[in-house]
Each structure stands twice: as structure tokens, then as C-alpha cells.
């Protein structure tokens, strides 16, 4: 476990070695939020309440949504994997006693550490500077089913892309992949619109997929909707969570024999 | 010397296959419809056996298949047939109780986070190998002593120059003390005062750690330094398995004689071969020259000439 909580530390050291990216995270983090408030400002000019959210419970769904969705950072997993399979320098991973799914399992937990820190103050300045009536649920048990179904999602997330990851092994150019599951992840985790605003049959199919769980359903939690969900959540995202590690273990031991290291 | 045998690879075989993409938009399109696809063999029946303790070169043209083979020694790929067995192990099993035993460092493959200090990088891997403490410190007191790079350990990587780089690269490779080092032309770029450092220590590490190494180079200076042990490699075959002078004995068969005379043509240059030396320097003698040098045949030549017969003599 050590070595995995130093490939984490030092995922974490590398992202502090550049102040610009530092600025320019935080300048970006800022401007959707004010993008975000202006917006739902002017949808909610002309109504009390939009699919049950009053206007400060849609921007608590929002806060709480915007910090879930960029702290998960996994598409750097199947990209970087892409990159280098086509390149010829995954074999660095390769040659290192370690289990590689781990590897960027921990790496990515590095770079979240990071960026946790510019999303508690993006959070931080949407409550206090915009006057925002937060609402958090008071319910322990509903926050810790929250949590742990956020961590099970992301979880899944560093799963799935990992999983595209060794596909490139078999069809070496993953991008339309990558772009179908970019697509997919922003509509139905809800992070642009939630997805109490969809027609109910759409909801019901999106319970099935494990996308739902990585924001969405926690986001509802915690903004106080949902309770009934929360238990049976957790099970839905753990079912995928194990059924993804299977997959991978399947194409992992088929498909890395397909590597041939070309390139450099 | 030990002499347990740590790699031994019988009929080895790596066949890619290649897809023919035909010229210009149309070929592009065809492609889209139907792939053809080559087969290339870029490593054919090898059988090779490697001692503990050695230090063996492998040499070849571009494409002749080393680091091919290197990749199989390494699990990097899998070998298409034949058998393989490194330190007991099929390497393609990715094993990490076998990857703990090897370090394979490949000229154009860095190890090293860019961004960070070397110190940060030998830290990683001390936790990745599960080194204990003091002996990671012993380690890297040692290396970066035997290197000359003390200074260096806490500079960020990007700003190292070439050959300070590579230092470091056999720094981390070395860490966890490999029974087997694995070097994919380590001196590639390298100035000429860079090259000769990284041989030196090398040899020290061969000698004093009992490290066996298997170097591939394109200079011909590193294997004659550095190898007891020289196996070529032409289009996949090997061609010669035997000792490096025993092999530059055989193709360097001339010598160059200069001689300098104080009247015109002042300067005469004869290449002769190894045998005809001393009829060429009585001849030469005549002539009452100012100044004569005697000089081996060209590395290049030898080289070239080591490729061309070994492949004839090998069909």
C-alpha cells in the first residue's frame, strides 16, 4: 500500500511545481461559477421553482455537482494510456513492479488532492460572495451514503477508463471511444442540467447505468432529495464497480500480449 | 566468476504483423473497406544463454531486431514462439517477483518526472522496489558518489543536460540492485567525455556488484570497452555468439600506414592487410620518411564488414 500512497504523493508534488497552471485552474474554477449564476439568474427570473429546485436549492445542487464533477479528473488515465501504447513508452509501467491499475488508480488520486483544494474555494466563494441559502442535508447517514457513493464513482470512473485504456492495445485509436464516453458522462451524470428535469421513463433507464451514481445521485442526497435512493445506490455502484474489475481483468490478460512497444 | 546461467532463450521468434496502407486518398479509403496486412519477422530462431556475473554486447544494424529482443527479455512483448527464461521466470507473465530482479533502461525511455528532483523520483522507487530505509540510503550515497552527481539530486530533471540525465536513469534503474541490468543504447546523444563516464561506471558496477549486463549500442567503442561477450544480430538472426576481440580479430584485417616524407608527395597513406605490414613498412623504408603510423582498420568498417560477411557466412 505504500508504494501506492507515494505514487500519489508524488502525482500530487508534480502538479504544485507549475504556478501558472495553479492561476489559471483558479481564474477558470471562478468563471463558471459566475457563468453558472448569471445563467440560472435568468432562467429563474419568471418562476418560483423548475423541477422542484427553488433558485438557491438548483445553485446548491450546482455547487455541489461542480465540485463532484471536477474532482473527477480519470480521462487523464485513458488518455495518457493511449498515448503512450501508440507511442511505445507504456512499457515504462509495464516494467515496474507494480499493479498498473493501481498505478493510475493512485496517480489520479494524487491529482485530485489537488485540485480539492481550488474546488473547496470555488465552493467557498459561490456560498459567501453570492449570498447563497446552502442547503445541506442534516442527515449523517444520508451523508455518508453520499460520500461513499461518490468515492464508489469515482472509483468506477478511474475503472471504465482504465478499461478504454487497454482497448487501445487491441485497436490502437481510441478517440471515438473516448469522445462517446465524454458525451454519454456529461449528460447523464447530470452535471449539466440534473436530471430530475428529464421525463421520468429516461430517469428510470439512467438508474441502470452507473453514471448516474458518480455525481447526480449524490449531489441530490446532499441537497436534501432522494433519500430513498441512497442505500439501494450504493449497491447499483458497487455491482458495476465489480463487474468492471472483472472486465478489466479479462482484457488486460488478453490484450497486453498485443502490445509491441513500437514508436520511440 | 558465477556461472549460473540467468537468461536462456531456445528458437526465439517475434513475427509482427503490419498493415499495407496503398499510396494517395484512394489507398486511404481502400483501407477504411479492406486491411492488408504483412507479416515482418523481426526476431528469428535466437537461442542465446546468458551467464551471471557477464557482460554482453549485442550489436546489429538499425532494425536487425536487438531491441526486439531486448522487449522479450524484459516482458515488455511477448514472443511469438520459441521458449524464453529469465532468472527462472517466462517473462511475459509480468511477474513483479521477476521485476524486481531486473532494471532495463532505454536510451530514449525516461524513468524520470520531469518536473521533480531526482531525490523525488529514487524516493518513488524505493517505495515501488519496498527497499528498506537504510539501504535505499546506501544506495543513493553510492551511486550518486560513483556518478558524481551529488550536486544534483535536488535540481529539477528538466534543467540536466543529456549525459547528467542519463546518470541519473542508471541511478533509478540500479536502485533496488538488479541481477540483471538491461541497456538499450544508454550512450545514444551522448558527447564523447559523457559516453566515456557512463562506460566507466559500468564497468565498476559489472565488477564490483556482480551485475550481469546486456548492452546494445550502435558504438562499436562501448562493446569493445565494456563486453567480454559480443552476440551480432542481422535481420533478426544472430550471426555471431563469441568473444568481442575473437570477433574484431576476425574483420579487422588491415592496418592503415601513414607516412610523412620531407619531400613531395610529402604524405603517402596505404591500407594493407594485417599480415603484409611489415613488407609495406620495408618498402615504405626506402624512402627514408620523416614520420610513420601505423593505425587500426576503421570501427565503421570493421562494423560494416562484420554485418555483410557475418550474414553471407550465416546463409
Not at chain 1, 155 to 163: E, I, R, S
Not at chain 2, 150 to 175: C, F, H, P, W, Y
Not at chain 2, 181 to 201: N, Y
Not at chain 2, 207 to 225: F, K, N, P, Q, V
Request: proline share 3%; hydrophobic share 45%; charged share 25%.
Amino acid at each position: 500500500m505504500r508504494k501506492y500512497r507515494e505514487i500519489a504523493r508524488t502525482y500530487l508534488k508534480t502538479q504544485l511545481a507549475w504556478r501558472a497552471d495553479v492561476l489559471f485552474n483558479m481564474v477558470f474554477t471562478v468563471g463558471r461559477i459566475l457563468f453558472a449564476y448569471l445563467l440560472w439568474k435568468v432562467i429563474f427570473a419568471e418562476k418560483d421553482t423548475i423541477g422542484g429546485f427553488t433558485f438557491h436549492g438548483m445553485l446548491s445542487y450546482y455547487i455541489i455537482s461542480s465540485f463532484f464533477t471536477q474532482l473527477e479528473m480519470s480521462h487523464g488515465i485513458s488518455e495518457e494510456m493511449a498515448a503512450r501504447i501508440r507511442n511505445g513508452t507504456f512499457s515504462k509501467y509495464i516494467v515496474i513492479p507494480v499493479n498498473v491499475e493501481g498505478y493510475f488508480a493512485a496517480m489520479e488520486s494524487g491529482v485530485v488532492l489537488f485540485y480539492l483544494f481550488f474546488d473547496f474555494a470555488a465552493a467557498f466563494i459561490w456560498i459567501f460572495l453570492f449570498g447563497i441559502e446552502f442547503t445541506l442535508v442534516k442527515d449523517g447517514m444520508i451523508i455518508a451514503c453520499a460520500l461513499a457513493m461518490v468515492l464508489l464513482g469515482m472509483f468506477f470512473m478511474v475503472q471504465l477508463n482504465f478499461f478504454l485504456g487497454i482497448l487501445t492495445f487491441k485497436y490502437e485509436e481510441i478517440n471515438t471511444f473516448l469522445m462517446i464516453k465524454n458525451n454519454l458522462i456529461a449528460l447523464v451524470t447530470g452535471s449539466i442540467v440534473p436530471l430530475a428535469l428529464f421525463p421520468d421513463t429516461i430517469v428510470s433507464f439512467m438508474r441502470f447505468l452507473p453514471f448516474y451514481y458518480v455525481t447526480y445521485l449524490p449531489s441530490m442526497l446532499l441537497t436534501g432529495k432522494c433519500a430513498g435512493e441512497a442505500v439501494r445506490g450504493i449497491i447499483v455502484i458497487s455491482c458495476w464497480c465489480i463487474v468492471m474489475q472483472a472486465a478489466i481483468r479479462i482484457a488486460w490478460k488478453r490484450y497486453v500480449r498485443r502490445f509491441d512497444g513500437v514508436g520511440i | 566468476m558465477n556461472t549460473q546461467k540467468i537468461i536462456e532463450t531456445k528458437d526465439l521468434t517475434k513475427t509482427y504483423r503490419r498493415f499495407q496502407k496503398k499510396e494517395g486518398l484512394r489507398g486511404s479509403i481502400q483501407g477504411l473497406i479492406k486491411r492488408e496486412y504483412e507479416e515482418k519477422t523481426a526476431v528469428n530462431s535466437v537461442s542465446l544463454t546468458v551467464s551471471e556475473g557477464e557482460f554482453v554486447g549485442l550489436i546489429g544494424p538499425n532494425g536487425a531486431g536487438k531491441t526486439t529482443l531486448i522487449k522479450m527479455l524484459t516482458g515488455i512483448i511477448a514472443p511469438t514462439g520459441g521458449s524464453i527464461d529469465v532468472l527462472g521466470y517466462y517473462p511475459n507473465d509480468l511477474k513483479n517477483a521477476f521485476k524486481k530482479q531486473y532494471a532495463v533502461v532505454m536510451g530514449q525511455k525516461s524513468q524520470l518526472f520531469m518536473e521533480l528532483t531526482v531525490n523525488d523520483t529514487l524516493r518513488l522507487f524505493k517505495e515501488i522496489y519496498e527497499i528498506p530505509e537504510a539501504d535505499y540510503r546506501d544506495s543513493r550515497e553510492y551511486f550518486a558518489e560513483l556518478f558524481g552527481v551529488k550536486d544534483l539530486m535536488n535540481v529539477q530533471v528538466r534543467t540536466l543536460s543529456l549525459g547528467e540525465r542519463m546518470k541519473m536513469e542508471l541511478i533509478v534503474a540500479l536502485l533496488h540492485s538488479p541481477r540483471v541490468l538491461f541497456l538499450d543504447e544508454p550512450t545514444i546523444g551522448l558527447d564523447a567525455v559523457a559516453s566515456k563516464q557512463i562506460r566507466k561506471f559500468l564497468k565498476e558496477i559489472n565488477h564490483d556488484r556482480g551485475t550481469t549486463i546486456l548492452l546494445t549500442s550502435h558504438y562499436m567503442e562501448d562493446i569493445r570497452t565494456l563486453c567480454d561477450r559480443t552476440v551480432v544480430i542481422n535481420h533478426g538472426s544472430k550471426i555471431y555468439d563469441g568473444g568481442t576481440e575473437e570477433l574484431f580479430g576476425r574483420y579487422q584485417r588491415n592496418k592503415r600506414i601513414t607516412a610523412v616524407f620531407d619531400r613531395p608527395p610529402y604524405r603517402r597513406e596505404v591500407e594493407v592487410p594485417k599480415e603484409q605490414v611489415n613488407d609495406a613498412l620495408h618498402e615504405l623504408m626506402q624512402y627514408e620518411p620523416k614520420d610513420i603510423t601505423i593505425a587500426e582498420d576503421e570501427i565503421g568498417v570493421v562494423v560494416e564488414r562484420i554485418y555483410r560477411e557475418g550474414e553471407q557466412q550465416n546463409a
